[in-house]
């Protein structure tokens, strides 16, 4: 009996998905695990994944559609029956008598295997010439307006991902065709070097443009707006002092050196929130209509910006992992973010949210709670700056942190207690040991 392949849940609030792309087609024999389409939900844009062996008889909708979930997107033959004779029968009114492909996505727990790197599939997801093309949704999105082929447009993003500027540059006549792998590599050093020039600012008039927003851009519009109407902010800013963490960071990444491993300002201070967090549970919590839930696991959320916008993939159990976990963690969550590899488990559970900026050389900026989270802390960048230290003015490297907290759930003298907590973690690092 043919197999109904339904549209899956693939994230804990999606109602439908948005087919961005087919990686399959009909013919295609395909088997359990193997990549079928990229499919954009409320959160991000993930991969649809197969949980049957068959070959492809029939696909219901194409590339840009918008179906809901538990809702058919194709039927497969099983081993021993034929393609055609599968589809001729749905023509004539035989899709009732099809099997529904089991609906594995739908417990948000995805099946060993599905938190794949980009580069870790099934193979069809290669970036060599005729594998699947890496593309943002918003590029996707871009180069069907304007009838580009993507093949023809060269990726400078991640693993030669195609973002939106590759395709704009591509309309203006600025980029150039993708590519082989081995004129890839011959133009590499020229590339670079004809690259150089365009920092400088273009004096040319710049056109109007109209994006119309992804179901991700929507999403986060709502989310940032619910925050700001039902959830009265407090935001309290220390500032820290970072000479010690810097110093210890330095020879903990020599001695890291061997196995590869870089530890960042931003993996001291999640371990920090972790350990400040088991000590201020009102932080750790979520606030609801009739209570306030105070969890007992401490699962911290890591904003990542991606092209399309912002994501928050989740550190599970982050108090119970040592830095080289937190760093090794972290990279496996932003990679699988911007690769668009991210599970549902990977999305949710986040109990804390951090958004640092301080690659951006930020001074200080205010987050917007991750309802129904409580918190979120908000981390700018380390510099030198003059340091009161006695009598004497003495330069030191100082990091600024804000923490906004809904007053619902977190008084101000609570918040300020937490942060005192965080700060002396991060002047003091050797505590983290103890």
Wanted: without cysteine; hydrophobic residues 45%.
């Amino acid at each position: 009996m043919p197999i109904e392949v339904t549209m899956p849940k693939l994230s804990p609030t999606m109602e439908s998905g948005v087919i961005t792309q087919w990686l399959v087609k009909v013919g295609d024999t395909i088997h359990e695990g193997d990549v079928l389409a990229d499919i954009e939900t409320d959160k991000a844009t993930m991969q649809m994944k197969s949980y049957e062996d068959g070959v492809i008889a029939h696909i219901d909708h194409a590339a840009g559609d918008e179906v809901a979930l538990g809702q058919r997107v194709m039927v497969l033959a099983k081993k021993g029956e034929d393609p055609k004779t599968v589809a001729a029968g749905l023509a004539q009114g035989g899709s009732g008598k099809a099997a529904v492909a089991k609906p594995a996505s739908d417990d948000h727990k995805p099946e060993a295997g599905t938190a794949t790197s980009p580069t870790s599939d099934n193979g069809k997801q290669a970036d060599a010439p005729g594998g699947r093309l890496r593309s943002s949704p918003l590029a996707r999105k871009i180069a069907a307006e304007a009838k580009v082929d993507l093949g023809r447009v060269a990726g400078s993003g991640p693993g030669g991902r195609i973002v939106r500027k590759d395709v704009d540059d591509f309309v203006a006549g600025k980029g150039g065709a993708a590519p082989s792998k081995a004129a890839a590599v011959a133009v590499a050093e020229p590339r670079a070097k004809t690259l150089a020039p365009a920092a400088r600012i273009s004096t040319a008039p710049l056109a109007d443009e109209r994006i119309p927003n992804s179901r991700m851009r929507k999403t986060i519009a709502q989310r940032m707006l619910q925050s700001k109407q039902s959830a009265p902010e407090i935001h309290v800013t220390v500032d820290v002092r970072v000479d010690k963490l810097l110093a210890i960071r330095e020879t903990l990444n020599k001695e890291l050196a061997a196995e590869k491993v870089k530890l960042s300002v931003g993996d001291f201070v999640t371990k920090a929130v972790a350990m400040a967090l088991r000590r201020h549970p009102a932080l750790n919590a979520t606030f609801e209509p009739d209570a306030i839930v105070r969890h007992g696991a401490i699962n911290i959320g890591i904003a990542v910006s991606l092209e399309e916008g912002l994501i928050v993939p989740v550190l599970h159990r982050a108090d119970e992992l040592g830095l080289i976990d937190i760093r090794r963690g972290s990279e496996a969550l932003a990679s699988a973010a911007r690769g668009g590899g991210l599970s549902g488990e990977q999305l949710s559970g986040g109990t804390f949210t951090i958004s640092n900026m301080g690659m951006y050389g930020v001074r200080q900026f205010d987050a917007i709670i991750n309802l129904p989270e409580v918190a979120i802390l908000a981390v700018a960048a380390a510099e030198k700056r003059p340091v009161v230290e006695g009598d004497a003015i003495v330069v030191g490297t100082v990091m600024t942190l804000t923490l906004s907290a809904d007053h619902r759930a977190v008084d101000g003298a609570a918040a300020a207690d937490f942060v005192r907590t965080l700060k002396n973690l991060l002047e003091e690092p050797a505590r983290m040991l103890l």
